[in-house]
């Protein structure tokens, strides 16, 4: 039996485990990568480990989201970020360089290498025909330390493409389509990996929209063959030598196919607030847009750009809407001025935004009180913008470009013009310059912006614990901790405590304190599909620094759920998901015996308020129960 491309990747890399569906498995990681916002604490999270050189290939601290530089706080995070990268052996790029993302696929990604890095849209360079997955920064900060990357073996999907896109139909447009259909939740044991003779006619950096996108759709991973168009990439970045050819096997198996003819796929918007709430273009109607935003990781290659520009070209933007565009990285920037497109946008009323993640954030550009914002980043959950009421809508650079010369959602194939059939060029000005490699010789910057990590103690045997909230289905963790503004204060996690729950219940924090005066433990009751979004650990690391230990719900996502154990809180999921209902805020919920029964898949709950007894399945791996008896990994590690 042959093999997938995921398969061929994992079996170069697998240090123990099987290849078998639902095993965990351990793998060597060739490169890593962190941003500000959630590096600071990564790093922090490393020297608490060891105070020497990263062990692995290469690994990149990126600054893109800590941009606007209101206070001392981000300047202060970006020189210790600077600093402490040229101690241990890590490249720093600064402030200005691009979007992680973005940058790791043009300057340092390889097919067939591993990478693991401290922001779920980390998946971007599977389009290179990379094993890259998305990870809370402790999983990183172990990696660069030596240490093996854990997840339990998936599922391995085939997406077939077939045909080719129709003018004005886009890559954003196939991963809408794709989102449609999988939706948002339950596929937490599955990797993407697609193929057929679609992929011909696909260029990387729409490959890389659409392996983006994947981390919508919750998946560990999306994978590409590296292969001709692939090798033309690494041409044109004059890194041909870190192109191999790496293809499935014309027998490899599959768990599952989804096809999906591109000859068929229409301008798509993702209605508010989730990506998977997907209609065509076509079918929303009039739509008065107060704000279009063109950018971010997913939508801001030299090719999208192009696009954009040529549809600005020689018109206005409508006299009632604002527009903003950000290039995803320097690279991407100067040959738009070199061409002279960034002309075409300034002089079509465009706003040039700055080359990093900003609005897709929430870290400028908020919309309005009430107002319509078409994007084309990532995510549109409620709130993430900056604006609580506002209404994201995703869409592709055409059709937000279109959208901003109308001044309403447009499908991009009502303009009276000719498609800009733009190709990408056979070769790149590169300029390196912006990346600082180490020294190993310059001082730690340190200030009070900069904390430690929090400490836990092992889990107690018995679990004597208060619920300190309950929440929804689709919880993702804008919700249990925002983005904007308050990213400045990741590196210190008292303050970011301040903003856990913020717009569900602000009062959280407060009663979490009040549960711990009591001598009890805090507990997060939930829905299905907990901790979507985003792999912020400090959804879990600050919920661990309120005294939270357990966390109860239907469903938790993959990321999410790793994050709850590398700080020793224990994530159970209901057997019977009517008991949700059962249980009531401050509630007390027991747990006895707690050394023997983290090795149970089933643990038995008592809830002392009401008399009433639970059933929670527990889903750890024997590794797993070890971090958490220990009271998180960073425990576990100093063992």
Known sequence: MGKNVFEKIMAEHIISGEMIAGQEISVKVDQTLTQDSLGAMAYLQYEAIQNCRVKTELSVSYVDHLMMQ????????????????????VIYSKPGNGICHQLHLERHSVPGKTLIGSDSHTVTCGAVGMAAFGAGGLDVALAMSGNAFYIKYPK?????????????????????????EIHCKGNTDIVLEYAGEGLRTLTVPQRATIANMGAEAGVITSVFPSDEMTRSFFNSQKRVQDWKKIEA??????????????????????????????KKVSDVGCLKVDQVLIGSCTNSSFQDMMHVASILKGRKVAPELDLGIAAGSRQVMTMLAKTGALSWMLEAGARVLENACGFCVGHGQAPQLGGISIRTNNRNYKGRSGTQDAKVYLVSPETAAATAITGYLTDPRTMKMEYPDIQLPKAIETDDSMFLYPTESREIYRSRIIGQPPKNSCIPETIDGIVAIKVDNAINTDDIIPAGPAMVYRANIEKSCDFIFQFIDPEFPERCQKIKDLGHISIIVAGESYGQGSSREHAALCPMALGVRLVLAKSIERIHRTNLINFGILPLTFVNPEDYEDIQLEDNLIIEGMALNIEREIIEIFNNSSGKRYLAQNTTSKRERKIILAGGALNYARK
């Not at 490899?252 to 709430?277: C, K």
């Open 249 to 278: 096997d014309c027998d490899a198996r599959y768990d599952r196919e989804i096809h999906i003819d591109m000859g068929r796929v229409e301008p798509n918007v993702a209605l508010p607030h989730s990506p998977d709430n997907v």
């Open 70 to 89: 209101s206070g001392e706080g981000n300047a202060d995070v970006h020189r210790y970020l600077e600093t402490v990268a040229d101690r241990i052996g």
């Open 156 to 180: 391995v999907v085939q997406v077939v493409l077939t045909g080719k896109l129709n003018p004005w139909c886009t890559a954003k447009d196939i991963a809408l389509e794709l989102l449609k």
